[in-house]
């Protein structure tokens, strides 16, 4: 079993920067694709963006909307995944969450923004104000 631990969300201003971490911990060996999701209220989960840590380094897949501002990266020393965004958006507003799951890099390019992962964070707060 994994566990996942988000941090790093709070307030900013239109414009402005955050960075999310989230910290895995458990059996993460198993682990090979990663992933950020958000949920604003009132709208389904979406994916922000996935990777996958298996084999070296680790290839990268965003969504249409934070394409160009937002990128994924993983320590793995530190078995923590980050999300740093930029040129932050008011629509930007959302739970953020992180997932992880055991399936391999065609999973993983195909299929990360499908929200079916099995281990979940408890999500962080985001909130942009313009």
């Known amino acids: 079993q994994v566990h996942l631990a988000e941090s790093g969300g709070g307030s900013a201003q239109a414009g402005g920067s955050l960075r999310l971490s989230c910290a895995a911990s458990?059996?993460?060996?198993?682990?090979?694709?990663m992933a950020w999701f958000r949920q604003a209220r009132g709208k389904e989960r979406e994916g922000v963006a996935g990777?996958?840590?298996?084999?070296?380094?680790?290839?990268?897949y965003y969504g249409d909307a934070v394409k160009g501002r937002f990128t994924v990266s993983q320590d793995n020393a530190k078995n923590t995944l980050y999300l740093e965004m930029n040129s932050l958006k008011p629509e930007d507003t959302a739970v953020y969450y992180c997932?992880?799951?055991?399936?391999?890099?065609?999973?993983?390019?195909?299929?990360?923004?499908?929200?079916?992962?099995?281990?979940w964070g408890q999500g962080t707060q985001v909130t942009v104000s313009s």
């Open positions: 997932a992880a799951e055991e399936y391999g890099a065609s999973w993983c390019e195909n299929f990360w923004a499908n929200a079916d992962f099995r281990n």
């Open positions: 458990g059996y993460t060996t198993s682990i090979y694709c």
């Open positions: 990777i996958y840590i298996g084999g070296g380094a680790g290839r990268k």
